[in-house]
């Protein structure tokens, strides 16, 4: 049963992972078009305001994730 409980545990923080790295990776895609001057110096770039929402969400999110995973592998050490 525990060793059920143990690779069931595994495969959910595998899939938090995962998930997580996609959130960081559109994160990082954000931030490199808030970075950069051509946001603000052309009409036709993106919504300036929509990029600083998208990163405020995904900044929420990456926490929301992360203490999810943080929980699943504190349940996964006192499993043993």
Known sequence: QDHKQTRQLRTKISTVE????????KLGEIEIQLSSPDTYNTDEGPDVQNLIRDQLALKTQIEVVENHWLEMNSELETLG
């Open 18 to 25: 995962k998930q997580l790295e996609r959130l960081q990776r």
